[in-house]
């Protein structure tokens, strides 16, 4: 009876995952459910403090080293990418000549999954 109760006690702790149809997690829940689910695996406890300054760094670590490429093992790359400026030019719509202004260069983050990654969505 014992080790019955210490089974149910264990699932019982982590709480459920967000279903695909629903929307995904905000930071509250996320900090909340990492919290809930690590203190679960036996690793000690976790407040949501702390587990909410885990996030805030992992978070400054990936966008100080996204210039050079930041990695996160088993998900993928965060990678800042360069788009190169675009010069103005007339083109004709409809008949009419229409002037489009230049757009400058700018940069945009590209988040790249990893194949281990990509064949877990292709169930």
Not at 13 to 38: D, E
Not at 76 to 83: D, P
């Amino acid at each position: 009876m014992a080790k019955a109760a210490a089974k149910k006690s264990k699932k019982a702790a982590a709480p459920a995952l967000s279903k695909p149809g629903k929307k995904g997690y905000t930071k509250g829940q996320l900090i909340s459910h990492l919290a809930t689910a690590v203190s679960a695996q036996g690793m000690g406890d976790i407040s949501k403090k702390q587990s909410a300054a885990f996030i805030d760094e992992l978070s400054n670590v990936l966008f100080n080293y996204a210039p050079v490429g930041a990695v996160l093992p088993g998900l993928g790359k965060l990678v800042l990418r360069t788009i190169p400026a675009k010069p103005a030019r007339t083109m004709i719509s409809f008949g009419k000549e229409v002037k489009v202004s230049a757009k400058p260069k700018s940069q945009k983050l590209v988040f790249r999954f990893s194949k281990e990654a990509k064949g877990r969505f292709a169930k």
